[in-house]
């Protein structure tokens, strides 16, 4: 199954991923993209966005609340949103983008991409 992966940033400031829902224009299971700083230099974390009362990725997000859509979104974000979504590991071509985090790439070390 093919989703249409959709990286925004909402009115509220938070840059969310997200799949795209064209009948509905919403956006389904939304992940917010925090920035941390690390002494290898900055990591972006994936995290539900309800964080930390959710632990799960759902929910929606009206279209009406999106300030700015980025024109693209990484593949390599889009691989770690599916991955994180729907619990399937998915082959990144030899690339290691966990950043040493547990197997869900979402706990201990907040996995994500290294923007060293």
């Known amino acids: 199954m093919s989703y ?13 991923v997200a799949k795209f829902n064209e009948d509905a224009k919403i956006l389904e299971d939304p992940a917010t993209i925090q920035a941390m700083p690390t002494q290898q230099g900055t990591q972006m974390v994936l995290l539900p966005f309800g964080y930390p009362f959710d632990q799960e990725m759902h929910g929606e997000i009206s279209m009406e609340h999106i ?38 790439g979402l706990g201990g070390g907040g996995g994500g991409l290294n923007l060293v």
């Open 4 to 16: 249409d992966i959709r990286l925004v940033k909402l009115i509220s400031g938070d840059m969310v």
């Open 67 to 104: 300030l700015f859509e980025y024109k693209t979104c990484p593949e390599e974000l889009k691989t770690k949103y599916i991955e994180a979504v729907t619990n399937i590991s998915m082959s990144s071509g030899g690339l290691d983008l966990s950043g040493g985090a547990g197997p869900d």
